[in-house]
């Protein structure tokens, strides 16, 4: 494993190769998150790696689940913010320690989703049509978007 991925996120070589299979985590995934929507912050890293594992594995079809972005939700809300779960976690008083662990990113966005939910609801919907997400610059996130 890469010296900057294991400073990053404090994930050693010995997690990785004791790790459960590739194939048995994907069908784990998918049976935890059904047809639930994916909260990520900049879900982009997430969707190419779930898209890469079940290609390999030879899955044809996306995942059908839509996506909510947190970073798209902060920007939307909050101009000339911090752009990393962390940060914006401090920014409004969200234990932020542990972060770039799997379990502790997810308590982390969840928490700064209910926080950005409670300072105001959200109530835009997702829109299907494919056509929107792809007239969207892919550099800067959506909301909502499509399965990866």
Request: glycine share 4%; proline share 5%; charged share 25%.
């Amino acid at each position: 494993m890469a010296r900057s991925v294991t400073t990053l996120t404090g994930t050693s070589n010995a997690e990785v190769c004791n790790a459960h299979e590739e194939k048995l985590v994907l069908q784990l995934f998918k049976r935890l998150a059904g047809d639930s929507f994916l909260v990520c912050h900049n879900p982009s890293a997430d969707r190419w790696v779930l898209k890469a594992a079940r290609a390999r594995l030879g899955a044809a079809d996306p995942l059908p689940n839509k996506w909510l972005c947190t970073l798209a939700l902060s920007k939307q809300r909050f101009l000339n913010r911090e752009d990393a779960l962390g940060k914006l976690c401090n920014d409004f008083s969200i234990a932020a320690h542990g972060a770039h662990r799997a379990m502790r990113d997810v308590e982390m966005c969840a928490a700064l989703l209910q926080h950005l939910y409670k300072l105001e609801p959200i109530n835009e919907l997702p829109v299907p049509a494919a056509s929107k997400a792809k007239a969207k610059k892919a550099s800067s996130p959506t909301l909502f978007s499509e399965a990866a």
